[in-house]
């Protein structure tokens, strides 16, 4: 099972809302991501977790807080976002860090609209 | 600086006709990791392949098949007997060992007509 979820599929937020993503795999998976694709371009590097810990912030701002509750849950928590936020945000996992050179498998994303 | 080109942005074949993609990449490092992604209307990218830099052997998988060049630093694809189905946009990524993140090119949409 090389299954990704994320929740919700849509979301349409106003910039004074707080909101959060969900994304979950029971791969066994110890690296998780956050990625940000706007249209028609390539997904955007946003954080990554490595058995469970924050290894990496692409200078992402505050407004975005990710969090991993457990080796299976990612979140991203969401508060005062912009319209220009508006986005696919997909999440994915790998089982080891990407510097192994492990595939990622992604999840289906979560089309945001910052209202 | 390791770089990612996927010169064609757009492509339209009819079906059943085969059709190439083409990805060429730049690193420094000897080893690294190339992969590429398909990412249907839907929205999520599906993993097709994964190739390290000590194997130049060519793959294929049914009407899919990849081709692995270190002289000309590329990894191209090709779709044989192209469906509808196939119509998507297609990325090539990179990886570098010890690095932190995959690099994705551009992105090659491709129309596959009936």
């Known amino acids: 099972d090389t299954e990704v979820t994320q929740t919700p599929k849509h979301l349409v937020m106003g910039m004074t809302n707080k909101k959060s993503l969900k994304c979950e795999q029971h791969m066994g998976h110890r690296a998780m991501y956050w990625y940000k694709q706007k249209a028609k371009k390539p997904p955007e590097l946003m954080f990554v977790?490595?058995?469970?810990?924050?290894?990496i912030n692409e200078s992402v701002p505050s407004r975005f807080s990710p969090e991993c509750p457990n080796s299976s849950l990612l979140n991203l928590h969401l508060h005062a976002l912009q319209p220009e936020d508006s986005a696919l945000y997909l999440c994915a996992s790998s089982q080891d860090w990407v510097q192994a050179g492990d595939e990622q498998y992604f999840g289906p994303g979560t089309r945001l609209t910052v209202t | 600086a390791q770089k990612v080109t996927q010169a064609q942005t757009e492509i339209s074949v009819v079906e059943k006709e085969d059709v190439t993609l083409d990805c060429v990449y730049e690193t420094r490092d000897t080893t690294y990791y190339l992969f590429w992604y398909k990412q249907p209307p839907s929205g999520e990218l599906v993993f097709l392949i994964r190739r390290n830099s000590f194997d130049e052997q060519n793959e294929i998988s049914g009407r899919y098949s990849w081709n692995f060049q270190k002289s000309t630093s590329s990894f191209n694809f090709t779709i044989t007997a192209s469906q509808v189905v196939d119509s998507a946009v297609y990325f090539c990524?990179?990886?570098?060992?010890?690095?932190?993140?995959?690099?994705f090119g551009k992105g090659t949409r491709l129309h596959i007509l009936p």
């Open positions: 990524a990179l990886s570098e060992a010890g690095d932190d993140k995959i690099i």
């Open positions: 977790y490595s058995y469970e810990k924050l290894s």
